[in-house]
Nanobody
Framework: QVQLVESGGGLVQSGGSLRLSCSAS????????MGWFRQVPGKEREFVAV????????DYAPSVKGRFTISRDNTKNTVHLQMENLKPEDTAVYYC?????????????????WGQGTQVTVSS
């Protein structure tokens, strides 16, 4: 069973930066697409970014494109999300997961259970 542990969240002012990390254990995830999702209370979890297994291809939600950068280190089974120019609307709990294409043709998390996530809070 894959265990996913997210870290690196915190409180930052608008315009600031954070770097999130995701460590996977229990399974070699180097051949899987990996990605980040986020969720605020009362709303569904939403896709943020995805990276291919070899790290060549990436995709981002329109709301974060140009500000966030996803990367991975397959030697360490880790995935990172560099977040720049953060905005209050980026405030959420951020989760990583294997990414699959869901029935509606959108990026979805592929493994259960999800990790505990890491809280990102951006103050205005």
């Amino acid at each position: 069973q894959v265990q996913l542990v997210e870290s690196g969240g915190g409180l930052v002012q608008s315009g600031g930066s954070l770097r999130l990390s995701c460590s996977a254990s229990g399974h070699d995830v180097s051949t899987f697409r990996m990605g980040w999702f986020r969720q605020v209370p009362g709303k569904e979890r939403e896709f943020v970014a995805v990276i291919s297994g070899n790290g060549v291809s990436t995709d981002y939600a329109p709301s974060v494109k140009g500000r966030f950068t996803i990367s991975r280190d397959n030697t360490k089974n880790t995935v990172h999300l560099q977040m720049e120019n953060l905005k209050p609307e980026d405030t959420a709990v951020y989760y990583c997961n294997v990414v699959v294409v869901g029935s509606a043709g959108i990026w979805e998390g592929g493994f259960e259970p999800w990790g505990q996530g890491t809280q990102v809070t951006v103050s205005s």
